[in-house]
């Protein structure tokens, strides 16, 4: 059995110095900036790392119902994540909805239908794949229970991250948020009907669009993810501050690209000492 401070195929700890361990092997995945606690361990990949080739160059993990070509290389990449991880992650089928699932230990090959998951059990990854959409990373602050969330306009507006607090079962002002790479605010042009999604019981969230003509606004998703959490009660807010659409060097972005490939972040929890 591969303990939870060990990767399942072997390799050196997982838990162990994970932004050293990225930068020996040459990546510039990205180690979330935040106050989670020393047992709580997270990163989230870019497109660099990988086999895939074309659009979906090169670390797409991308899901394995795709066509047959490209889930071979995702297969591949996924395999060469799994380095970084001490068990195989717990991926969803993601449907921009606001479903969230409890993970643990059991059912390792369930691939639940959620945008959401949080655990309270050591060792078990939690995962989100994105391209533009923006992953939410919460933990306690004792760090017995974290979650993770896909949250594009439609789980953000829809309560995907207020759900996904809820099932953390814990007070709101214990949890530390954490925001990773999606598309940015000068880059993110919406109509009508996200605007109405979030201002329509949320007069407030009007701040957090810009005008750009009759109908047409940019919208700051990393700014409504900001203020659906603090509503909530999260007093501990870290930004990633990257876009995916304004740097195709490091990122997919599905909104730039049209056919894109797919980051991904990760989270788990050791035992507390």
């Not at 994540?81 to 449907?95: A, G, K, M, N, Y």
């Not at 607090?165 to 007070?171: E, H, I, P, S, T």
């Amino acid at each position: 059995m591969t303990s939870a401070s060990q990767s399942a195929d072997g390799n050196d700890d997982a838990c162990a110095d994970t932004p050293a361990r990225l930068a020996r092997a040459g990546l510039d995945w990205i180690v979330p900036a935040w106050d989670a606690p020393a047992n709580v361990h997270a990163f989230v990949t870019t497109r660099n790392g990988g086999i895939s080739t074309g659009v979906h160059a090169t670390l797409d993990l991308g899901a394995s119902d795709n066509p047959p070509e490209r889930a071979a290389a995702a297969a591949g990449n996924r395999r060469r994540v799994q380095r970084f991880l001490p068990s195989p992650p717990r991926w969803l089928t993601q449907v921009h909805g606001h479903d969230v699932v409890e993970i643990g230990a059991s059912a390792p090959h369930a691939v639940p239908r959620a945008d959401a998951s949080v655990t309270r059990d050591a060792g078990v990854v939690l995962a989100i794949r994105v391209a533009d959409c923006m992953p939410v990373l919460l933990a306690q602050r004792d760090g017995s229970v974290i979650g993770a969330a896909h949250a594009g306009w439609r789980g953000l507006a829809g309560g995907v991250v207020e759900r996904t607090l809820d099932a953390m079962r814990c007070a709101a002002n214990e949890v530390l948020a954490w925001l990773g790479p999606a598309i940015g605010r000068t880059a993110f042009e919406v109509g009508t009907d996200v605007y109405d999604a979030f201002v329509r019981h949320d007069p407030g969230a009007d701040a957090h669009f810009t005008p750009l003509r009759a109908g047409k606004w940019l919208a700051d998703l990393d700014g409504l993810a900001r203020r659906r959490l603090a509503r909530a009660g999260v007093t501990s807010i870290v930004s990633s501050g990257l876009c995916t659409y304004r740097d195709p060097a490091r990122f997919f972005s599905y909104r730039r690209d049209g056919a894109s490939g797919r980051m991904a972040a990760f989270a788990w929890r050791t035992e507390r000492a």
